[in-house]
């Protein structure tokens, strides 16, 4: 079970595939933003709390999943990740990252409806390293997402993140959900 404790956002935001029919019948797609936080440098006081960083830590979130429910605006039936590391010092590595619907529908909530985990994939493969100062975003993936909904996101980071120099969003004004080992 995961431990709740208020802490930072890992920077993300949640892309939706939207469809709008043309005059001449045809159909236009395009991505559309459903969720987003403002990235932010993580100043050495708002870093995670030990064991899972720090400003003394080697790493952040390392051996760590983070677990964080995102409230939707609108729905889709098509989403992709973006992950950010605009501000950080040294690439961030994605061992594994997945998305499901949290359990009761519920933002701020650690357990997720397994029945609904789609892992993430980035360009086919299941992890990925957003360079320092970038953005990766994950492959589209097939995900019936109604509005107003909450969305759970995973995040395994298995070596975590090198230094104190990381991008998230410590005003997040929500709990996240923080465990050792992968438990996406």
Known sequence: MFDGIKTKALLVACLVFSGSALPNGSEKRHWVGTWASMPQEVEPANLAPAPFGGADAAAQFENTTLRQTF?????????????????????????????????????????????????????????????????????????????????????????GQLGNKITGHPGSRTTSWMQKGNHG
């Not at 950080?88 to 609904?116: E, M």
């Not at 970038?134 to 909450?150: A, G, Q, R, T, W």
Request: hydrophobic letters at 40%.
């Open 71 to 159: 409230h939707m605006s609108i729905g889709a039936d098509k989403i992709r990740i973006r992950f950010s590391n605009i501000f950080g010092k040294t690439d961030l590595p994605i061992t594994a990252a997945s998305i499901a619907l949290p359990v009761g529908g519920r933002a701020g909530v650690g357990q997720i409806d397994t029945k609904t985990t789609k892992q993430l994939k980035f360009k086919g493969k299941k992890s990925v390293s957003v360079p320092a100062g970038e953005i990766v975003y994950s492959d589209p993936i097939d995900f019936n997402l109604k509005p107003l909904s909450n969305l759970a996101l995973s995040v395994y980071t298995e070596k």
